[in-house]
């Protein structure tokens, strides 16, 4: 299993497997993604900026990650530990409904942080919703220690504070 890439011809179905994550979310009270993110254009720009890849087995795909080094304007008030280090950050980090549960998400994590190595990057950063607990789980175990909490006021009331997380490569 490997990163790859997503080039126009993935923007069907990886559009099919976020929306099939925020409807697993949305079922289960987690109202982390909606349609302002990420939605159709995010996907079509992180396409063009080659920011997206997929994560596949044996050519069914299983998740989805886009890696790059934007972080969001609220991330400003986070007391960072690694400040003078190369951050690579990771957003929209997707594991399919169907595929839960078997290691995926461990194993894209991982992956995400090769690729970081592998590009000079020198610490991983990222944002997670505090109710997501398989995600805040997932993170936790790989040695991401959270720095800070930010208010996304974008987002539905009782979904808009997320923590932030970082962790040395």
Same mark, same amino acid.
């Given at each position: ?25 949305? =079922?289960? =009270?987690?109202?982390? %993604? ?8 995010? /996907? ?8 997206? /890849? !997929? /994560?596949?087995?044996? &050519?069914? !795909? ?12 609220? %991330?400003?008030?986070?007391? %960072?530990? /690694?400040?003078? &280090? ?6 929209? !980090? ?8 078997? =290691? ?9 942080? &090769? ?5 000079? #990057? ?6 997670? #919703? ?12 790989? *040695? ?7 208010? #996304? *006021?974008?987002?539905?009331? =009782? ?11």
């Amino acid at each position: 299993m490997a990163l790859e890439k997503a080039t126009p011809g993935d923007l069907e179905s990886v559009e099919s497997l976020y929306q099939s994550c925020i409807a697993h979310l949305n =079922g289960r =009270g987690i109202y982390q %993604w909606n349609e302002a993110y990420p939605n159709r254009q995010t /996907f079509i720009d992180s396409i063009a900026r080659e920011e997206l /890849f !997929l /994560f596949n087995d044996r &050519e069914e !795909l299983v998740g989805a990650v886009m890696l790059n080094r934007v972080q969001a304007e609220e %991330w400003k008030t986070v007391p %960072w530990q /690694f400040t003078r &280090e190369n951050p690579l950050v990771i957003h929209g !980090l997707v594991i399919s409904p169907d595929a839960q549960g078997r =290691g995926y998400g461990k194993k894209l994590l991982a992956l995400c942080e &090769e690729y970081g190595r592998q590009n000079s #990057f020198t610490a991983m950063r990222l944002d997670a #919703f505090p109710e997501n607990a398989a995600a805040v789980s997932l993170y936790e175990k790989a *040695g991401y220690r959270k720095r800070g909490a930010v208010t #996304f *006021g974008y987002k539905p009331p =009782g979904h808009r504070e997320y923590h932030c997380y970082e962790k040395l490569l």
